[in-house]
């Protein structure tokens, strides 16, 4: 029995997907006529309470669009140290916009509204001009955290008292609002625009939306046409993140209990220093000395369990669609009895 624990975009459309993108009436989209597509973004600016949407292929370019269209050379984005569009977006910010970085050490990921406060630039010609915050909730490297609304209002207020825009890297959102109860429509009036990935927890094989107004998604529209993002028939896809977003989102306090439940077994094991608070589908933590990513990796791997490596002490479990109870009891087994620190021969 594999276990994939990589990530959450491992999981592959079921049947009932599948037949549902199959049945997808199609057009050009570039011509606006794709009527899933057209249904796909009305549903996601209905659901935030913002005007309109923009369909994409991934969340690097929905996260690209959203920088470059609030935007200027010249400017400056700030975001946490560990955040994705810093770490794993090829510098985008500097490469697509034009724009400077600065970031924050947060803790578990997060940011404090007092710190972005304290991290705007004054007006100096030789400084950049701070004009956009990004937050991504969940966190990724932070360990899957989440952010309360309260601490997202009080950045958005920051924000606004400011001038800045204020983006939401919101690549597992939904893996946050199962746990928070919080609505999609208190998130979307606090954000000037927000990305959500279909790709990962709610199980789409590809595809990310973008939300705001509409003079903002006008914009966005053009972009995504330079970055080479303007799809045709793209229906077939966006059918499934119309499943997803429809049947998925519930779910996915299956994926962050589990997610939990191995925290609580890696917790209580001799070879474990440490283990981030796991507080959605994410789980990280840090081998003890003498036992690194590699090994440990690889002891998982002869038993047909695989996850990655994430930062040079550090594994990174990920529960999602694709998991199953049986798998979640095997993964527990191995952890909790199979292993040891013994088992290294330290
Ligand atoms: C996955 C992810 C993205 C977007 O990734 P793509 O692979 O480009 O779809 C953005 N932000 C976060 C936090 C992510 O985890």
Redesign the pocket.
């Known amino acids: 029995m594999k276990i994939n624990l990589i990530s959450d975009?491992v999981t592959k459309p079921t049947q009932e997907m599948l037949a549902f993108m199959f049945n997808a009436e199609v057009g050009d989209d570039v011509f606006k006529e794709d009527p899933t597509v057209n249904k796909l973004e009305a549903h996601a600016a209905d659901l935030f309470g913002k005007e309109a949407a923009l369909y994409c292929p991934?969340?690097?370019?929905t996260?690209q669009i959203a920088i470059k269209t609030h935007t200027q050379p010249l400017d400056e984005m700030i975001c946490e140290v560990d955040?994705?569009?810093f770490q794993?977006?090829n510098g985008g910010y500097a490469f697509n916009s034009g724009i400077a970085v600065n970031t924050i050490q947060g803790k578990y990921g997060k940011l404090e509204a007092d710190q972005v406060k304290k991290a705007i630039k004054l007006d100096y010609d030789w400084l950049p001009n701070s004009k956009i915050v990004v937050v991504?909730n969940t966190?990724?490297k932070g360990g899957g955290s989440i952010y309360t609304l309260e601490e997202l209002n009080a950045i958005g207020k920051v924000c606004q008292g400011n001038q800045l825009k204020y983006h939401l890297?919101g690549?597992?959102l939904f893996n946050a609002l199962v746990e928070t109860g919080d609505s999609t429509a208190a998130i979307g009036s606090t954000f000037d625009s927000i990305?959500i990935?279909l790709?990962?927890g709610l199980g789409a094989p590809v595809g990310?939306l973008l939300v705001g107004d509409v003079g903002f998604i006008k914009r966005a529209r053009k972009f995504r046409k330079v970055m080479g993002g303007g799809m045709r028939q793209a229906g077939y896809i966006a059918a499934a993140g119309l499943y997803a977003l429809e049947n998925n989102i519930d779910r996915l306090k299956v994926d962050n209990d589990r997610a939990k439940a191995i925290g609580s077994v890696l917790d209580q094991s001799n070879y474990v220093a440490a283990v981030k608070p796991v507080q959605s589908n994410i789980v990280i933590f840090d081998l003890i000395e003498g036992i690194t990513p590699a090994m440990f990796l690889e002891k998982l791997a002869a038993l047909e369990i695989h996850a990655s490596a994430f930062g040079p002490q550090s594994i990174r479990f990920v529960t999602h669609l694709d998991i199953s109870a049986l798998m979640i009891e095997r993964l527990m087994e191995v952890l909790s009895t199979e292993i040891s620190s013994d088992s290294f021969h330290l």
């Open positions: 975009t991934s969340g690097t370019m996260n955040s994705h569009v794993y977006e991504e966190c990724n890297d690549a597992r990305s990935c790709s990962k990310s």
